[in-house]
């Protein structure tokens, strides 16, 4: 691994210094302030209640439940997906810092004669699409601006009343009316062609003589992933004779349907001040919202929402409003929603358009003059996604006789069971019983016989998105060796290090049972030998590029904090306790075998006597640390 070589380090302590990362990591999760710190849902695990904390002072994040830590640039590398230089840019970009010019990083591009192939690297990088991506989105809006070529894409978006904020706030485009518009300028460019391939831009012919645009004639809108970045594209039709209607890029290395959410980029904010999300069925109906004042509006990607989506947004608000045009659809799509957030600590209500107005979608709604009045009202008369359910099943068996009736609701008491509601946190558990007894018009005990208690309930496994290796929890949660405790001071406090007993030294670096904690041990001795103070911000920059390494700086310093409690003659007990702890075991393994003693780096064997003196004296002690593991 790198360390500190391939970046230049002022850029990254710069951008470090500018990031603020209670502000980078509030755009994706609601924090909540507590004390000095911040709180939220770690994205990192399945979690149901507040366990990641962000430390402003330290510009630390540390969830106390899965061990996910670590610094501005950890957590945009593990929430964002993007290797360390990817997040140095995208931190750099958001707070305005430029930096260093780069010369590795630049686009392949065509070869040297300009030849659609030549001189081309067989695989493409995810930067390599996304920076394909941002170079169509850029084409297709030249293209919408063109006097001729873009016209019939113009009427169509001023036919549907688009204003031109709207028009600047999605990117929106077009696409040519030919097969090579795309094509002829990304090689005018000297472009990857292959990566525009990759990113679902081109196509390939099958008989292999080169490629053609993915999208002709077409009213184009990026879709952006959770970094805001451009991953994909929706398509509108122009010419009425083309199908389908809408078209959307087939997924890539850097586009899952599943798991994107269309305007999210624009509508956080809202989401989050408003705690409530609305989801609608497409593009057009999100951009209507934005324009109607609605802008925590966004739209799944001609899917039904996901449990990724689920993850996703609640995170960032409390409630979830699905916005449907007519019943049926509603319907199937509140069979989905149970489904996907029944578990999840979250509201979802249902919205049906068809209760409150003849117009046929929210873009057609909100086009109205009194349009933003009868949407606001529509929202108001959403139905509790539980309560939808119960209605329905009722007015499907009116009429038909108690027995039937009460039977259904046991089927449908049966599928929230299987659903996890006994896996629920005690206090959402007694919410939901509560609200289920009155909609079966059943007494409470009736639902809490029918929960059965630890069988029946499939365990359910959401997924996060960002599955890592466990072994962190070890160093968040687990038992630490006293090296590791007397690593977690210096880090806490710097200076400490001065006061290691130079026969101790080589033993504070070598045979850590993580290679993350060996890098971080090694950090602390060569900034400590050049002169500087080992603490832990000066080691995070020293291994920025490791995030196992950071995220073991992070953990083990948190662990001392919470034995200390941040107090200086806690902190220096603590420390005092390890280096004991320390010294008798290198005694101990001295007078056990002194052959594999003599092995270790030199030891002084005079201190070695007095240190062995005193263990004998002082007899064993292991409350404070476990023995090595
Ligand atoms: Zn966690």
New binding site residues.
């Given amino acids: 691994m790198s360390l500190g070589g391939q970046f230049d380090n002022t850029d990254r302590e710069r951008v470090r210094e500018a990031a603020d990362i209670v502000r980078v990591i509030g755009e994706h999760i609601a924090l909540k302030p507590k004390g000095r710190e911040y709180v939220g849902l770690?994205p990192?695990?399945d979690?149901h209640s507040p366990?990641?904390g962000v430390v402003p002072h330290k510009q630390i994040y540390k969830?106390f439940?899965?061990?996910?830590s670590g610094d501005v640039f950890t957590f945009v590398q593990r929430f964002l997906k993007m290797d360390f230089r990817e997040a140095l840019e995208y931190l750099a970009e958001k707070f305005q810092i430029k930096l260093a010019p780069q010369k590795s990083f630049a686009f392949r591009g065509a070869g040297p004669d300009g030849g659609p192939d030549g001189g081309e690297a067989p695989s493409v990088s995810r930067g390599d699409l996304f920076t394909a991506s941002q170079a169509a989105a850029e084409f297709f809006r030249l293209i919408l601006n063109h006097p001729e070529h873009g016209s019939a894409a113009r009427g169509i978006i001023a036919r549907r009343g688009i204003s031109p904020e709207m028009q600047e706030l999605f990117m929106l485009g077009a696409s040519p009316a030919r097969w090579d518009g795309l094509l002829l300028t990304l090689r005018n460019k000297g472009l990857s062609e292959q990566a525009f391939v990759d990113a679902a831009l081109l196509k390939r012919r099958d008989d292999g003589s080169g490629s053609y645009d993915a999208f002709r004639n077409r009213v184009m809108f990026p879709i952006q992933d959770k970094a805001g970045r451009i991953v994909a594209f929706g398509a509108r039709k122009i010419d009425e004779q083309d199908e389908p209607k809408y078209l959307n890029s087939a997924e890539s290395r850097i586009f899952k349907k599943s798991g994107t959410l269309y305007g999210l980029t624009q509508a956080s904010r809202a989401i989050q001040r408003e705690r409530t999300a609305l989801i609608t069925e497409g593009y057009m109906d999100t951009i209507a919202c934005h324009q109607g004042g609605f802008s925590n509006a966004v739209a799944t990607l001609g899917t039904a929402l996901t449990p990724e989506h689920a993850a996703e947004l609640r995170r960032i608000c409390e409630t979830v409003i699905l916005v449907f045009d007519g019943d049926q659809a509603g319907l199937r799509a509140s069979d989905r929603a149970v489904e996907v957030f029944f578990s999840q600590p979250i509201d979802v209500r249902i919205c049906t358009l068809a209760s409150v107005t003849d117009a046929k979608d929210p873009d057609e709604l909100l086009k109205r003059e009194d349009g933003p009045e009868t949407f606001r009202k529509a929202l108001a008369a959403s139905v509790d996604l539980l309560e939808y359910r119960f209605s329905r099943i009722r007015s499907r068996l009116e009429g038909a006789g108690t027995s039937a009736l009460a039977k259904a609701i046991e089927d449908e008491l049966a599928t929230l069971v299987d659903l996890g509601l006994s896996e629920l946190t005690p206090v959402r558990q007694a919410l939901i019983i509560r609200r289920l007894a009155e909609l079966a018009r059943v007494d409470e005990s009736v639902i809490r016989s029918a929960i059965p208690m630890g069988r029946g309930a499939r365990p359910r496994r959401v997924p996060t998105g960002n599955d890592q290796p466990v072994t962190r929890t070890v160093l968040a949660a687990g038992a630490l060796s006293a090296r590791e405790h007397a690593l977690g001071c210096i880090l806490c406090d710097g200076s400490l290090w001065l006061a290691v007993p130079d026969y101790v030294k080589p033993a504070m670096a070598a045979d850590h049972r993580e290679e993350a904690i060996a890098v971080v041990a090694g950090a602390i001795a060569r900034v400590a030998a050049e002169g500087r103070s080992p603490d832990l911000r000066t080691i995070m920059g020293e291994v920025a590029e490791d995030t196992a390494a950071v995220e073991a700086a992070v953990n083990l310093s948190q662990r001392v904090d919470e034995v200390t409690e941040h107090k200086p003659e806690r902190l220096k007990a603590h420390w005092l306790e390890c280096i004991r702890t320390i010294e008798k075991d290198l005694a101990i393994a001295h007078v056990r075998d002194p052959e594999e003693a003599q092995e270790r780096p030199k030891v002084d064997v005079q201190t070695l006597q007095r240190q062995i003196q005193a263990v004998r004296a002082r007899g064993p002690d292991s409350r404070v640390f476990p023995r090595r593991g």
């Fill in positions: 770690c990192f695990h979690d366990s990641m969830c439940s899965c061990g996910a």
